[in-house]
């Protein structure tokens, strides 16, 4: 068994620093819960929280405070409305006001290819004539097509510090691989200084057949924790369905500062693991 | 016949501006309705393509999110999400963009970014997500949305998607490939852009609305189409499939 | 059935044209043998021929004739030496000289990417100090990364005509899949503003299960044909070994132009088709 | 003990700079016999990658070509050839490239394109394909090439593959990121560049070759190592274990 197969209490203590760049990834598909809550358990500080849906994880992060500024393209609670703990940053600067980096999808997902590709910019045919280019000069710059003179839009690669990503599987060298849904998860791990990874279940080997499936291989991954049922209420294939009456239900608990900040106790804080949390949350939501 | 919602008059009327075979990149809500309404009427060969990666997805309920599982399991094949917007959207792989958003202006500029100033919001909206470059890099987009004054405003806000910018060819000498909004639906009425000023007018207007009523919901003076038309009232059976939908929908979400 | 699954001779008489921009991909593995053999047989004229690893097919393409170009980024018999055809071509203008434009391997790797991507030129790290920059000013042009400073290539994106690829199976609405040793297939046809199929074998419809497998969706595709054993004497996975012994034999049959002609004839001109070709060389051969 | 070929020679002498662990970007030929006699031995946790996109491939026998069944058979993973040279190679993922050549001069710059001018050629070689980005990538590259006075030029025809240019800091100032060429091992030494001015000198000569020998054989000025060392004999393991390796490869291959 690889050494690198430790709990997360160890992965997350060992691996994320304060004031560290941190992309949390998934896209709706295998988000990384249970590493989210161990981050916010550790009460790191001063992150700067890069996903491209900050989705209800980060809601819960930024409303507990570990975040001192946040980088994504779509910040919604998907399919409900708003994220009100985000919002209550921005907004109403509670519980401090987060700085914000705003940037669509296919400039964030090209960026981590950018970062994965040892770039250190990414050119997209995006951006002309909107605001997110005006108000944002630092980092959507213009530049010309050597061979054509199209004007295209030049953005910087992203390099997280860390990327945390949930997975179906890893075998007991540490590959990981991960199937349906797959989002950004590669370019953003590859794109990082370091790779966590939770997983569904930790397996002898991968079933054979498929060559080409999505794997992060052993030697650059970080750290791996087995965390069954690790990025529920968001869902894994083949493992379970998503949850999407929590996220409906979460509309009215994070609207309270109260009502959240009790949730996050109960819930979060006062208990041990992610494991405890599914468990509180299954007697208590029968 | 004349027993269906306003929400039901749009979504079967933006279903209809959907046709079979078309490449659509669609977006979640009114525009997932309305796509996959067609998909299951006139357009069965419709391709639909969520940013999530998911191509030639045929779910049998509507996602409530744009990466639900029904959307994996249900699609000819799943794709990373940079190869979406790089090998689709930006290649010009997609013949439509379904958008929705909180603002729209009489040039077809969406905002979904704030309402308010952007360093000391009002209302912080979700943001930019796909669309932006969906507005630019479809071959047409079209949009569906509610009508009301809030939302049909003279001049967004903040313009998270390009439509036609401040009118002309404005948009055409920014060098965007796409040729931008081409009709939005609403729960009143058609819009079209005038081909020379770009700006919208009502082309269309749906049975038992007033031209007054439509006018009240827009925030600019909007011009009415010298003949205007009379949107036809949805069919039977496409309310039957869209109300099938919607319940398949509701119960699955509901557990 | 899909109307887009036709023979072979329609597919390469109605969708390939003398001076088309034609690249046939496969990088050792499913290397589309016998559209190259159609093309031979067709009689197409000046094309320029595109292709990383120009091997034995291009060899036998600009022996014959056909191209008024090459692009390519190692063109030997790999494993084996030269490619005699090529050779003769550049170094005794025999049958004629062909222009040739040399890349390197990560550029063209990266120039389909851009192709595929509808950007008009690609970046890389790469060319830096190289007599291949040098020699090659037109389409090796440098520039500043906006943000860092860095000077970086950048090279034109390749937008083919047309884009022939060979993989194992097609199902029946004429969705295209290929596994194992994927190539730049994917790029190289998403790149392209047509695209040729060869396959192992039409099936109903492809095994369920792996979600993220390489597929060309059925409505990109202009045609596809049904060939067994088309990229003979390269391999396909899952269907046949590569025939390491005819790479071999190639180099003799190619050193002397008399040999050469004499065997494109008895096994490409002569014959009807891709299945009388193996038919032939399975019978002289033994 | 003595009882092994020049070849031999050379190859267990490569495998023996192979450590363990190490990422490896494999170039077909030696360079590919010395990396999985390395893998067969003393590191059998060094990662092999080809430029076909076969990761942690662990061939039963050499292959003929870059991409040949056996490498996509026996990998962990297989990605696309894009990803290859994008997310490993310009991405710094490699720790050492493997590379051989027609022509190297002093500073290690490499030639594989043409003999003569490019132009009109005298010979024309195969070209490019991925040395000069594993040159220019790899955190280190190591040679493996026979000596020759052709081979080993004062100056090559054609830069294929950047070594150090000119020399000194040429290379660091042009900014490319991996270090350059570590070392070449041939049939009858091993070379190492001059901290300082970045000429290869004779660092060890292997057991019955003379230094004359190297000398007629290389066509510079070549330096000798003030201490110049004496390469160890292979051992019976490796030649026994390379020899497998070697017949059960032409066996396959045969067939």
Same mark, same amino acid.
């Given at each position: 068994?690889?050494?690198?197969i ?19 990834e ?8 249970a ?12 992150l ?8 209800l ?6 409303g507990?405070?570990?975040?001192k500024?946040?980088v ?41 290819v950018a970062?994965?590709?040892? !770039?250190?910019?990414t ?8 605001d ?26 992203f390099?997280?510090?860390v ?11 540490g590959?990981?691989?991960l ?25 002898d ?14 030697? !650059? ?43 996050m106790d ?5 208990v ?10 299954e007697?208590?939501?029968? | 016949?004349?027993?269906?919602t ?25 525009p997932s ?12 060969n ?45 290649a ?34 979700p ?7 969906i ?27 390009t ?32 081909p ?15 031209v ?19 949107t ?19 119960l699955?979400?509901?557990?």
């Amino acid at each position: 068994m690889s050494d690198k197969i430790i709990p997360l209490e160890k992965a997350i203590a060992d691996h994320i620093q304060d004031r560290d760049e941190v992309a949390l990834e998934g896209f709706t598909h295998l988000i990384p819960f249970a590493a989210g809550h161990e981050i916010i358990r550790q009460q790191k500080k001063d992150l700067t929280l890069i996903r491209m849906t900050p989705d209800l994880i980060y809601d819960q992060m930024i409303g507990m405070g570990m975040a001192k500024k946040l980088v994504f393209s779509w910040g919604g609670n998907p399919g409900v409305g708003s994220l009100h703990r985000l919002r209550d940053s921005i907004e109403n600067g509670f519980p401090h006001t987060i700085e914000i980096e705003e940037h669509s999808h296919a400039d964030i997902s090209s960026a981590y290819v950018a970062g994965a590709s040892g !770039l250190p910019f990414t050119v997209l045919r995006g951006y002309t004539g909107t605001d997110l280019a005006k108000q944002n000069p630092e980092y959507v710059k213009w530049i010309e097509c050597p061979f054509t003179g199209e004007k295209l839009a030049a953005t910087p690669a992203f390099t997280p510090n860390v990327t945390v990503i949930h997975a179906q599987q890893a075998d007991r060298k540490g590959n990981v691989k991960l199937w349906g849904i797959i989002g950004v998860q590669k370019e953003a791990a590859m794109a990082a200084k370091k790779i966590i990874v939770t997983v569904e279940e930790i397996v002898d080997s991968f079933e054979d057949g498929d060559v080409n499936a999505t794997i992060i291989p052993h030697w !650059l991954v970080t750290a791996i924790s087995e965390v069954p049922g690790g990025s529920k209420p968001s869902y894994a294939m083949g493992y379970y369905k998503r949850n999407n009456e929590f996220y409906k239900q979460w509309d009215e608990i994070s609207q309270d500062r109260d009502r959240f900040h009790e949730w996050m106790d109960t819930y979060v804080t006062k208990v041990e693991n992610f494991n405890e949390h599914l468990q509180k949350l299954e007697v208590n939501n029968g | 016949m004349a027993d269906y919602t306003k929400d039901e008059m749009m979504t079967i009327t933006a279903a209809n501006k959907l046709k079979d075979g078309m490449v659509c990149f669609v977006g979640i809500g009114l525009p997932s309705a309305a796509c996959n309404l067609a998909r299951l009427t006139h357009a069965p060969n419709a391709v639909l393509i969520y940013e999530s990666g998911t191509i030639e997805t045929k779910p049998d309920v509507l996602p409530l999110s744009i990466g639900d599982g029904e959307l994996a399991e249900t699609a000819s094949h799943v794709i990373s999400v940079p190869e979406v917007f790089k090998y689709w959207l930006q290649a010009g792989k997609v013949d439509a963009g379904f958008l929705g958003g909180a603002q729209i202006d009489k040039f077809g500029n969406i905002n979904s970014t704030v309402i308010g100033d952007y360093n000391n919001p009002k209302v912080r909206l979700p943001g930019a997500g796909g669309a932006p470059e969906i507005a630019s890099n479809a071959k047409q987009t079209l949009v569906v949305m509610r009508h009301s004054k809030r939302a049909f405003v003279d001049k967004v806000d903040f313009i998270t998607s390009t439509g036609y910018l401040n009118g002309g060819s404005e948009r055409e000498e920014l060098g965007i490939k796409g040729e931008g909004p081409a009709v939005i639906i609403t729960d009143l009425g058609i819009l079209k852009p005038d081909p020379e000023t770009k700006e919208f007018y009502l082309e269309s207007i749906h049975p038992d609305v007033t031209v007054d009523e439509v006018r009240e919901n827009t925030g600019w003076e909007l011009k009415i189409a010298e003949e205007l038309e009379t949107t036809p009232e949805p069919s039977a059976e496409y309310l039957g499939i869209l109300r099938d939908l919607n319940e398949r929908t509701a119960l699955a979400h509901s557990g």
